[in-house]
């Protein structure tokens, strides 16, 4: 495996940290900014909100530019929005900046993943893409925590400026260990980027993973309120279980990145078929402490897992270019605000299991999205549309 896989992975784990570390400290950024807590909360639907909206424009701008080249332009816009961050004097500058920071890490997702795609053969992507989305995962369980920790400790400003410090140390990394390439428009250019979005099958393909992501993020956006209120976990006991299924999705995402390259459409059908399942179970069993773990832990090796499997998939029905894989990015994005937003409704009118069985709901619709393809007998496995040129930089090192 090209040791740049490893790099994205460190540059993903960066942004994903920048992303989640709201959550861990609304309270204290509530106090220091003068704002409420919901006030707070709009600051990750603004972040979610750039990545999905502000993302595939920044790519755009980008796709001229030497791969190396854009991650390290788009380093320093992250690094700007997190450093506003840190110095935030108030509630608008941190709205900027989250903005900022926002439309930045989509950008990195999509050209970083369509460079994993140019550095690896086409047997071994679906491997290469579990290595760099592990950023992801990683991010959930150890990102989060450890944010949360620092900013509880030393303040919410220094956990902005240890993101910013690991964002810093990611780019030079990045500089150090990413081949030198040319730009991803020199192999086709933008209209070929764009004209694949004719396809109405892509924008099948992008439902899918939209409503894989929404039916996770339906049940994770309210863990928290669910394991305490409802199953009776004491509030210091959910930290470690959200320990546990962050340690998970690491399982899952490696798993499945195994499978992905031969087996992309049915891994996502049983992926959504264990998670209705899981979904389901979760919501009947939600007051047993033993089941309900289990069922959370499930939901954990089979959700946002499914994106090696989700990110192959696309790649073989458009291409591997950056502009659709940010695309595919601010779908799956938009899958965590549709999610998370219905499960918000859910609860104000049915109660905290509400979002559990709307994550059941939109888990089967995207099953249906699946049968076109299960049913013709088609494994996943097409000859990639638009083959890349070798890269010879990057073949040593590859395993």
Known sequence: ????????????????TSEFVVAGLMPQMADGLNATVPQIG???????????????????ALMKLPPRTALMVLFAVFLTGNVLAATATGYGVMMAARIITGIASQ????????????????????????VAMNGLMLGTLLGLPLSTLVGERYGWRAAFWSISALALVAAVVT????????????????????GVF???????????????????????????PILTEVTGFSAGTVPLLLIAYGAATVV????????????????????????????????LLADLPAPAVLCMLGIGLVGVTMNPAMITRVQRTGNAGPLVNTVHSSFITLGIIVGSSLGAVGIDVWGLRAPLWLGAALALV???????????????????PTPSRPVPAASASEG
């Not at 990195?108 to 579990?130: D, N, W």
């Not at 396809?199 to 994770?220: D, E, H, R, Y």
């Not at 798993?255 to 078929?273: H, I, Q, T």
């Open 1 to 16: 495996m090209p040791r740049a896989v490893y790099v994205l992975a460190l540059g993903i784990f960066a942004m994903v």
């Open 366 to 384: 995207g099953l249906a999205t699946l049968v076109p393809e299960l049913s013709g007998g088609r494994s996943g496995k097409p000859a990639e």
């Open 175 to 194: 500089l150090v260990g990413v081949p030198r390439l040319e730009a991803a428009a020199s192999e086709g250019g933008f209209r070929q980027e764009i």
């Open 42 to 60: 709009y600051l990750i639907t603004a972040f979610a909100v750039a990545m999905a909206a502000g993302g595939p424009f920044l790519t755009v």
């Open 252 to 283: 899952g995402n490696t798993v499945v990145g195994r499978l992905a390259d031969r087996y992309a459409v049915p891994v996502l059908a049983a992926g959504l078929v264990l998670n209705t399942m899981f979904l389901a179970g979760f919501a």
């Open 107 to 130: 950008a990195f997702f999509g050209i970083g993943i369509s460079l994993c795609a140019r550095i690896t053969r086409p047997e071994v992507r679906g491997r290469a893409i579990a």
């Open 198 to 224: 004719r396809n109405p099958k892509l924008w099948l393909v992008l439902s899918t993973s939209m409503l894989v992501i929404g039916a996770t993020f339906s049940a994770f956006s309210y863990l928290n």
